[in-house]
């Protein structure tokens, strides 16, 4: 097979020590270096003296970054490929068979680099992602509360709407305290709360233990904790997400993203869809797009492929939302294909589409769109009326025939 790169190196990342495979040629090189910032900085320097084009790793977990900010720092073009494509022969399992493999493979131009973007929106995709994993463990710390008052036979959250609100947590505080009695209870509601005082007084009359009680206390202040560790970590994005302030409104015009879902998706993504050479190169890269699994002439699954988990599920999350919008052509498209693929098929579609939109919008500066809720409504006119007449029929009914002149 032809040669792509004169020299190339294969490098077989691990957390305490790396592999490299220099190759020149037909004649190649293997060496060991551990891991800490100076000894990357030798593998960098052993690169560069040989001259080498590019270099290549397996994306090891997070023990593939050490390796390319130091490589990137030191101007050595690196690039970092999917474990799954470049799997070796079975029976040569072994780290300097892995960073050989992996120099062939780049050698012959056999691998694809994944998406990895500069220094600064990386670490910008990590506060990000921590702020996401901050929130859904709040979640989950919110469910243990309810879990816990349901085990003291203590029914709040049939009453209220949220079971972290001010009157709520009011109500928490005094039963872990002296409890609930018809003396101190208007004092703790506030709003419409207090017309249903007897119904808070009779589902929270419960068992609470003293370790119950301290299970409660201890349960909600690591709920405030985690809000004030949210709330720090938002003035950390806000502060770095100035320059993407244009771009965060003209995101918030596509109905389902709001602020904080508009700051993950363009952490994730960025502002240069230079990356990316269509819509459908990222709407793949993200987990969106249909896959193909295709023998024989015949299609036997479209169910979508692993991508990049945070922007996926951000996307869902506000396709349950646009599709509840009137008006819109996600609405729309919702319905449509709600009926024919189901609920979680045609959410995965408007995701699908809100990514295309943004896309367009980043790639060529352009305003969001909505085409409307009867989009579909202007093609095939005819044909959808004599289909929805033939539905009447076949229930019976009948066109009403008037009556002559």
């Given at each position: 097979?032809?040669?792509?790169?004169?020299?190339c190196?294969?490098?077989?990342?691990?957390?305490?020590?790396i592999?490299?495979c220099?190759?020149?040629?037909r004649?190649?090189?293997?060496?060991?270096f551990?891991?800490?910032?100076?000894?990357?900085?030798?593998?960098?320097?052993?690169?560069?003296?040989?001259?080498?084009?590019?270099?290549?790793?397996?994306?090891?977990?997070?023990?593939?970054?050490?390796?390319?900010n130091?490589?990137?720092?030191?101007?050595?073009?690196?690039?970092?490929?999917?474990?799954?494509?470049?799997?070796?022969?079975?029976?040569?399992?072994?780290?300097?068979?892995?960073?050989?493999?992996?120099?062939?493979?780049?050698?012959?131009?056999?691998?694809?680099?994944?998406?990895?973007?500069?220094?600064?929106?990386?670490?910008l995709?990590?506060?990000?992602r921590?702020?996401?994993?901050?929130?859904?463990?709040?979640?989950?710390?919110?469910?243990?509360?309810?879990?816990?008052?349901?085990?003291?036979n203590?029914?709040?959250s049939?009453?209220?709407?949220?079971?972290?609100?001010?009157?709520?947590?009011?109500?928490?505080?005094?039963?872990?305290?002296?409890?609930?009695?018809?003396?101190?209870?208007?004092?703790?509601?506030?709003?419409?709360?207090?017309?249903?005082?007897?119904?808070?007084?009779?589902?929270?009359?419960?068992?609470?233990?003293?370790?119950?009680?301290?299970?409660?206390?201890?349960?909600?202040?690591?709920?405030?904790?985690?809000?004030?560790?949210i709330?720090?970590?938002?003035?950390?994005?806000?502060?770095?997400m100035?320059?993407y302030?244009?771009?965060?409104?003209?995101?918030?015009?596509?109905?389902?993203?709001?602020?904080?879902?508009?700051?993950?998706?363009?952490?994730?993504?960025?502002?240069?869809?230079?990356?990316?050479?269509?819509?459908?190169?990222?709407?793949?890269?993200?987990?969106?797009?249909?896959?193909n699994?295709?023998?024989?002439?015949?299609?036997?699954?479209?169910?979508?492929r692993?991508?990049?988990?945070?922007?996926?599920?951000?996307?869902?999350?506000?396709?349950?939302?646009?599709?509840?919008?009137?008006?819109?052509?996600?609405?729309?498209?919702?319905?449509?294909?709600?009926?024919?693929r189901?609920?979680?098929?045609?959410?995965?579609?408007?995701?699908?589409?809100?990514?295309?939109?943004?896309?367009?919008?980043?790639?060529?500066?352009?305003?969001?769109?909505?085409?409307?809720?009867d989009?579909?409504?202007?093609?095939?006119?005819?044909?959808?009326i004599?289909?929805?007449?033939?539905?009447?029929?076949?229930?019976?009914?009948?066109?009403?025939?008037?009556?002559?002149?």
């Amino acid at each position: 097979m032809e040669a792509v790169y004169e020299r190339c190196c294969g490098i077989d990342v691990h957390k305490k020590v790396i592999v490299s495979c220099l190759r020149i040629g037909r004649k190649q090189e293997t060496r060991e270096f551990g891991t800490s910032t100076s000894e990357l900085r030798e593998l960098a320097n052993w690169l560069q003296e040989n001259d080498c084009q590019i270099a290549a790793m397996e994306s090891t977990g997070s023990y593939w970054k050490p390796v390319y900010n130091v490589l990137e720092v030191l101007g050595q073009e690196v690039i970092v490929v999917n474990a799954h494509h470049i799997r070796n022969v079975p029976g040569r399992k072994t780290d300097v068979k892995d960073a050989e493999w992996i120099a062939q493979l780049l050698q012959c131009g056999l691998l694809k680099a994944s998406y990895i973007p500069n220094r600064d929106q990386r670490e910008l995709r990590e506060i990000a992602r921590y702020r996401k994993s901050l929130v859904e463990e709040r979640a989950r710390e919110i469910n243990r509360l309810e879990k816990t008052l349901q085990g003291a036979n203590i029914k709040l959250s049939s009453v209220v709407s949220e079971i972290t609100g001010k009157s709520s947590r009011n109500i928490i505080k005094a039963l872990v305290g002296e409890g609930i009695n018809e003396e101190n209870v208007d004092a703790l509601l506030f709003g419409s709360l207090r017309e249903k005082r007897n119904d808070i007084l009779k589902y929270c009359d419960g068992y609470l233990s003293l370790l119950q009680r301290k299970l409660l206390r201890a349960i909600v202040d690591h709920i405030d904790d985690m809000t004030r560790r949210i709330a720090d970590v938002d003035n950390m994005i806000n502060g770095q997400m100035r320059e993407y302030e244009e771009a965060i409104k003209r995101l918030e015009e596509i109905p389902g993203i709001a602020r904080r879902s508009a700051q993950v998706i363009l952490a994730e993504i960025g502002t240069d869809m230079s990356r990316f050479p269509t819509a459908g190169h990222l709407a793949a890269w993200s987990g969106l797009a249909p896959g193909n699994n295709e023998s024989a002439g015949k299609r036997k699954s479209g169910r979508t492929r692993k991508g990049n988990i945070t922007l996926k599920t951000t996307l869902i999350q506000s396709a349950k939302t646009a599709k509840a919008k009137k008006g819109s052509f996600f609405k729309a498209q919702f319905d449509r294909l709600a009926v024919k693929r189901g609920k979680n098929r045609a959410v995965v579609a408007v995701a699908h589409s809100m990514l295309i939109a943004i896309y367009n919008m980043l790639a060529h500066n352009v305003p969001f769109c909505d085409l409307g809720e009867d989009y579909y409504n202007q093609f095939n006119t005819e044909k959808k009326i004599n289909h929805y007449l033939k539905k009447l029929k076949n229930l019976g009914w009948q066109l009403p025939i008037a009556a002559p002149a």
